[in-house]
């Protein structure tokens, strides 16, 4: 008898290990199977990461070109701004010499009244000057508003 039950016990041991290499190999296979599975979703992932990032890296080189784009108008535009003033003061300075050439030497009250009728012809002027300019932006002949002259 006891033979059998050697027999048998034996008979188990052999199915028992048989049962766990099985489960083993199923447990291995399915472990496996989802890496496999995790590794492909983790690729997908990763495609359409870089893809956004490629987006990305596109938007901020546009953006980059834009603000260095401004960046060299805005230096042009000071740079005309710098221009124009000291054009103004050359300007400035040659009326300024001007209007002591014209002006007579006389007492301090006609040199009051003469320096008005100066200010007034030179608003007169810078109202014909900037009938010139929108006559040849827009080519009519609109009448100056000072000094309700003509331009022809």
Same mark, same amino acid.
């Given at each position: 008898?006891?033979?059998?039950?050697? +027999?048998? /016990?034996?008979? @188990?041991?052999?199915?028992?290990? *048989? $049962?766990?290499? %099985? #489960?083993?190999?199923? =447990?291995?296979?399915?472990?496996?199977?989802?890496?496999?599975?995790?590794?492909?979703?983790?690729?997908?992932?990763?495609?359409?990461?870089?893809?956004?990032?490629?987006?990305?890296?596109?938007?901020?080189?546009?953006?980059?070109?834009?603000?260095?784009?401004?960046? +060299?108008? /805005?230096?042009? @535009?000071?740079?005309?701004?710098? *221009? $124009?003033?000291? %054009? #103004?003061?050359?300007? =400035?300075?040659?009326?300024?010499?001007?209007?002591?050439?014209?002006?007579?030497?006389?007492?301090?009250?006609?040199?009051?009244?003469?320096?008005?009728?100066?200010?007034?012809?030179?608003?007169?002027?810078?109202?014909?000057?900037?009938?010139?300019?929108?006559?040849?932006?827009?080519?009519?002949?609109?009448?100056?508003?000072?000094?309700? $002259?003509?331009?022809?």
């Amino acid at each position: 008898m006891s033979n059998i039950f050697d +027999k048998q /016990i034996s008979a @188990l041991n052999t199915a028992l290990t *048989s $049962l766990q290499q %099985k #489960l083993q190999q199923e =447990a291995i296979t399915e472990l496996y199977e989802d890496t496999e599975n995790d590794v492909k979703t983790l690729n997908e992932r990763y495609h359409k990461l870089k893809i956004i990032l490629q987006t990305h890296q596109t938007q901020l080189a546009n953006l980059q070109d834009l603000i260095s784009t401004k960046v +060299k108008l /805005i230096d042009s @535009l000071k740079h005309k701004q710098n *221009s $124009l003033k000291e %054009k #103004l003061g050359v300007a =400035a300075k040659a009326s300024d010499e001007s209007r002591k050439r014209v002006l007579p030497k006389s007492p301090i009250s006609d040199l009051h009244d003469n320096s008005e009728e100066l200010s007034g012809l030179q608003k007169c002027l810078e109202g014909i000057e900037e009938m010139f300019y929108k006559l040849d932006a827009v080519n009519q002949k609109p009448l100056c508003k000072n000094c309700t $002259l003509l331009i022809n």
